[in-house]
């Protein structure tokens, strides 16, 4: 059996950037753990929750960033 790897990081919604013409809303997360504390990411804040109902984060929110590398196909 083949297991999967992957990274589980803490985190907190630090602000929500307002979208730019064309593009989506931002969600801005500091990440809590790691080398760097000033670690920051930004995603699109358009999610779908467990029931397929669309979501979108809020500032303050505690999240899990779920790292996993892309799997290779067959001819990497």
């Not at 602000?15 to 969600?27: F, M, N, V, Y």
């Not at 699109?44 to 799997?71: C, F, Q, W, Y």
Request: no cysteine.
């Amino acid at each position: 059996m083949h297991h999967e790897a992957a990274n589980n990081l803490p985190g907190t919604v630090e602000t929500i950037i307002k979208p730019i013409q064309g593009e989506a809303e931002k969600a801005q997360i500091a990440i809590e753990s790691g080398d760097d504390p000033n670690q920051k990411i930004r995603i699109a804040n358009i999610l779908v929750n467990a029931r397929g109902e669309v979501v979108s984060l809020k500032r303050g929110a505690s999240v899990h960033i779920v790292v996993r590398p892309t799997p290779k196909t067959p001819t990497e």
